[in-house]
């Protein structure tokens, strides 16, 4: 009889975890995507939020929803087949910890049938986009990734001051700034383009006002500056919509969150590369949404930090 050990009693364990963590996972999955199924029944006309995380879109997802519209909502980050499957992975791999399935992914999974079944939909989808300073985005995004990380493989940060947490954060850009540097077209090129047929460059934008609505054959879509919404945010969703707004809603902001001093302490602190600055910058997408006198301003207060 084969001698049974410690550890492969911790190997067996560990199997049938991920397989009943794996099940979980996919019965989940499946429940939530067959309830937002239930929404697109019928003629229901979803209204999609579709942009990269680390932008403020769950203000314009409450200020739609404070219409009151029974329209569904459907707010996504990922619809391209590869994107969606890569990020289910990920998710799969995190569940275990957090027992619950991403609204952003059960909601791009349900949609995604719907999208591949109509290559010309009979009506446009109504499509709200977002775009930001992306030195701020990826800012944004930096902070909560790395605090994570920081304080999992230094539980010693877990209660230490903000502005210590915030210099780790800082050191951790600097190191490797190269690397965080995600271009601002990638959504556009990987995302947008691919699901909604379209490219905004060719679609005339003006930085003075704000947005712009812009028809393509699958959808029409606002494309809106995180600058201006407490500004613009709602008459241009009405535009879109046809449905009265009142002003932006707050919500998700990085003032809002438990990481809000660090987050805080680091846009004080962190010092970014002229280098990083002009690839950020010179992107054709950032030059279409932002005049070259606001460039001129984001340059000097980065690089003048």
């Known amino acids: 009889m084969a001698r049974i050990t410690a550890a492969r009693v911790k190997r067996r364990a560990a199997t049938v975890l991920r397989t009943a963590t794996s099940r979980s996972f996919r019965t989940a ?15 229901a006309r979803p209204i999609i939020v579709h942009q990269p995380g680390r932008v403020g879109s769950n ?24 994107a969606l499957e890569r990020a289910l992975d990920h ?3 995190q569940y275990g910890s957090r027992r619950s399935v991403s609204s952003y992914l059960l909601n791009a999974a349900a ?18 986009t977002l775009v930001r300073d992306p030195v701020r985005r990826n800012l944004s995004a930096l902070v909560p990734v790395t605090i994570g990380k920081l304080r999992a493989r230094r539980p010693e940060l877990a209660d230490a001051p903000p ?13 490797d700034w190269l690397q965080r540097a995600e271009p601002f077209e990638r959504f556009f090129t990987g995302e947008f383009i691919p699901v909604w047929g379209f490219d905004p460059l060719d679609h005339p934008f003006s930085p003075a006002d704000g947005y712009a609505i812009m028809s393509g054959a699958r959808a029409r879509t606002l494309v809106l500056r995180v600058e201006d919404l407490d500004r613009v945010a709602g008459p241009a969703i009405s535009e879109l919509v046809g449905l009265t707004t009142g002003p932006a809603e707050k919500a998700n902001r990085a003032a809002d ?30 030059r279409h949404f932002y005049a070259a006198a606001e460039l001129d301003e984001l340059r000097t207060r980065w690089l003048g930090q």
């Open 29 to 43: 999955t499946a429940a939530g995507v067959a309830q937002r199924r239930r929404q697109l029944r019928g003629d």
């Open 59 to 82: 203000s314009v997802v409450a200020t739609v929803r404070s219409t009151g519209t029974d329209r569904p909502v459907f707010h996504v980050h990922s619809l391209t087949s590869p």
């Open 91 to 93: 998710e799969r791999e």
């Open 111 to 128: 949609l995604r049938p719907e999208l591949e079944r109509h290559e010309i939909p009979p009506r446009p989808y109504d499509v709200i």
């Open 163 to 175: 502005e210590v947490i915030a210099d780790e954060i800082c050191a951790v850009f600097e190191a």
């Open 257 to 286: 969150k438990p990481y809000r001093d660090v987050h805080s302490a680091v846009i004080e602190r962190i010092r970014i590369p002229e280098a990083y600055i002009d690839r950020m910058y010179s992107s054709p997408y950032v």
